[in-house]
Every structure is written in structure tokens, then in C-alpha cells.
């Protein structure tokens, strides 16, 4: 079959939209027509390079190059063709991509960790996680996923585990947000952060994921909600889904929140900026409570060993760290669940989706993305209504 996506061939490359030929599915394969793609940062990780284990690095320990790539790991689309033993969606199914293809076997999933399945190893590996063979190529160039959904294309085949079935009455744009950003944030506040009601929360990053940390905070019961991001857009869609307060920088939130809670600050600070750079750690622990929480959901470059972070803080004020992947959620029950919660109108996503773009407008989406101008972006089949 022949389609196309959109190519990223190295770090500091635009991504190319290529002519691509896809092969059948293997066994335990799924062929899947992608209606829509969220424009998540994590795929923009990898033109930074923040994402890229260095070329030296990954020389010296023998690793294959992860380029050229097809991006895009948030998607929904129509399975068009299953491989043989595929029992959980047949043709016709909308599905939403999962770059979490929980095996639930493993260690991790058996005791409800299935963000942090052991199948995680296999995604930036080349080849398909089945069998480890190319099937998706331009002209003689074999091509790499992303997280092994490559949602960045016309169609690509992919694990079955990396596809779970939704409703086909749903929106393809809002469940294809569902299966990384919206995930990612509500759970950042609900699962990892365990925001409890009368808490006082503050989510430091307001973009595709940290939205959602707003909204999780404030479904969670949380009594003040802060978002600080330095974009009045953010700050003001902070505000409709339920921020109580909004600031342009963490050191304004500092200040402010030392009055407005008598000094004792917040329960949970969630980190989700667009980049996390370990010299923010310091005033995201001053805006710390004693016994409180700091959940840090934004990536590091994978370079950066180091963090501003008082130990003396830490250990006598009582006060934890935590990393989280996917939200700390189970996709296989949380993408179906927020989905609900959207149909029901408890959790609002139609609002976050500022614009939609055509495979061939990609890099115009992050442009716009990174100076600010909208919450979301998402690729779709149909040209955009920009």
C-alpha cells in the first residue's frame, strides 16, 4: 500500500512529507487508516534532540539510529486489515493509538503499572515490535515509528497492543488528543499527584498536557487551582476549565500563593513546561507545602544529570518528587474512561483544539505551537480550517 507521512530524516530537520510504501500486517499486526494526529511535543523532542541519545553515545554502545523516523504517537483512525490472532479489533473499528502497548504480562502490568510496561524497551528500536522487520519504507529507505504508531501518516501497521477500540461515534480529533496529552495531564494531577479535594494545586506549563493537569486538579476537588504559563492564551483556557488563579512565571505564583495560603503554599505542583531544565526544580520545590507533592510530567533532555534541588528542603520539610509516564494511567482503561467523561461533558476537549492542519501544514503546526499560538494542534484528512 502507498501513502504519506510526514519524515523526520535527523535531528534539526523540518519534517518531510514522503511518498511511503506499507507492507501487509504480520501476525498480531493491525493496518490502520490514521484520521487524525495530535501535534504532541514529544515528537518536536526529537528535531530538538532533546529526546536523541547523542551520536557518540549511542556509537560507543552499539545502538542502531532511530532515523529516519515517521512521526506522531497521539492518533485515531480506522483499522482497515488485522493479521492473523488479532482478537481485540476487526475492520471498521476506530481506535485510538496507544504509545503505551501494554503486554499485560509483564511485572509492571500484573501489579497495575502498565505505563511502565516492559514493552516500553521496544519503542524507538527499528523495526516492528512483533518481529523486529521493516514494513514501512521510502523507496529503498527503511523507515523507523515513533513510539511505534507513527501516527504522522496515511496508514502504517502497527502491534495490536498499540491500538485500543473506542466508540466509532467520537470525534477522531478528541480521541486521538485522549491517547497522549489529555491522558498524560489529568492523570499527572489525578493518578501520580493524587490531588484530593480542598487541596491547593499548582500546574506550571499550560500547553497540550499541563491543560489537562488543570482540568484533572479541578475534577479531582481541588478548592485553588493555579496555572502559570507565561502565554496569555494558556493562562486564559486555564481559566475556563476551572484555574482559579493564573500567573506568567513561577516566581509571580511564589509570591502571590505566600498570602493567599497563609504561607503553607501548594499540596501538588505538577511540572509540565515546555522544556524541563533541572534549574526550575528549585522554585517549583519553594512552591512546595511541607509533606507536599512535586510531579514532574515535562522531558528533560536526555543529557541533563543535574537539579537544582535543596536536600536539606527535601528531607526536612517532608516533601516528594515523582516522575510519571502516560499520566501513572493504564491506557487500556483510561483512554475508553476519559472518552466517556468527555461524552458526558465532565471533561472538555472540543476547547482545546485552536486549529487543525493537513499532513502537508506539519511543520506550520509547530511553528505555531511553540510561539504560543494555539493549545492544540491536530493533523486531520480533511484540509484545515485554519
Given at each position: ?6 519524515v ?39 528535531v530538538?534532540?532533546?529526546m ?13 539510529s ?11 483512525g ?31 502490568c ?40 507513527g ?10 497492543p ?34 484530593q ?8 506549563g ?128 483510561d ?10 461533558g ?39 480550517n485554519?
Open positions: 500500500m502507498e501513502g504519506r507521512a510526514a523526520l530524516w535527523g535531528v534539526g530537520e523540518p519534517w518531510k512529507v514522503e511518498t511511503i510504501q506499507v507492507s501487509p500486517p504480520a501476525p498480531g499486526e493491525v493496518l490502520v487508516q490514521w484520521e487524525a494526529a495530535g501535534l504532541c511535543h514529544s515528537d518536536d523532542h526529537f530538538t534532540g532533546d536523541v541519545m547523542p551520536e557518540e553515545l549511542r556509537k560507543q554502545y552499539g545502538l542502531p532511530p532515523f529516519p523516523i515517521i512521526g506522531g504517537h497521539e492518533g485515531a480506522t483499522v482497515l486489515e488485522v493479521g492473523s490472532g488479532v482478537t481485540s479489533v476487526v475492520p471498521g473499528d476506530l481506535v485510538a493509538a496507544s504509545f503505551i502497548p501494554a503486554c499485560g504480562r509483564c511485572r509492571w500484573v501489579t497495575g503499572r502498565q505505563n511502565i510496561c516492559n514493552n516500553g524497551s521496544e519503542l524507538m528500536k527499528p523495526g516492528q515490535m512483533v518481529d523486529g522487520v521493516v514494513r514501512h519504507h521510502c523507496g529503498d529507505q527503511p523507515l523507523n515509528l515513533y513510539a511505534k504508531c501516527t504522522f501518516a496515511d496508514y502504517t501497521v502497527v502491534a495490536e498499540s491500538v485500543i477500540k473506542v466508540d466509532g461515534d467520537l470525534p477522531p480529533e478528541v480521541v486521538a488528543l485522549v491517547s497522549c496529552g489529555v491522558a498524560t495531564g489529568w492523570g499527572s494531577a489525578v493518578h501520580r499527584a493524587q490531588v479535594p480542598g487541596d491547593v494545586v499548582v500546574v506550571v499550560c500547553g497540550g498536557v499541563g491543560i489537562n493537569a488543570v482540568q484533572g486538579a479541578v475534577m479531582a476537588g481541588a478548592r485553588l487551582v493555579a496555572a502559570v504559563d507565561p502565554v496569555p492564551l494558556k493562562q486564559e483556557m486555564a481559566r475556563k476549565l476551572g484555574a482559579t488563579h493564573s500567573f506568567s512565571s513561577m516566581t509571580e505564583a511564589i509570591a502571590e500563593l505566600r498570602g493567599v495560603t497563609r504561607g503553607e503554599m501548594a499540596d501538588k505542583v505538577i511540572m509540565v513546561p515546555s522544556v524541563m531544565y533541572g534549574e526550575l526544580m528549585a522554585e517549583a520545590m519553594a512552591l512546595t507545602s511541607k509533606g507536599g507533592t512535586c510531579v514532574v510530567t515535562g522531558v528533560a533532555p536526555m543529557t541533563q544529570t543535574e537539579s537544582s534541588i535543596s536536600l536539606m528542603d527535601l528531607a526536612m520539610m517532608n516533601k516528594e518528587i515523582k516522575g510519571t509516564i502516560f499520566g501513572s494511567g493504564n491506557p487500556r482503561f483512554i475508553p474512561h476519559l472518552l466517556e467523561l468527555y461524552r458526558l465532565q471533561l472538555r476537549l472540543d476547547e482545546l483544539i485552536t486549529r487543525t492542519y493537513s499532513l502537508e501544514e506539519i511543520n506550520e503546526g509547530y511553528d505555531d505551537m511553540k510561539n504560543g499560538r494555539i493549545i492544540r494542534g491536530v493533523i486531520t484528512r480533511e484540509r484545515s485554519g
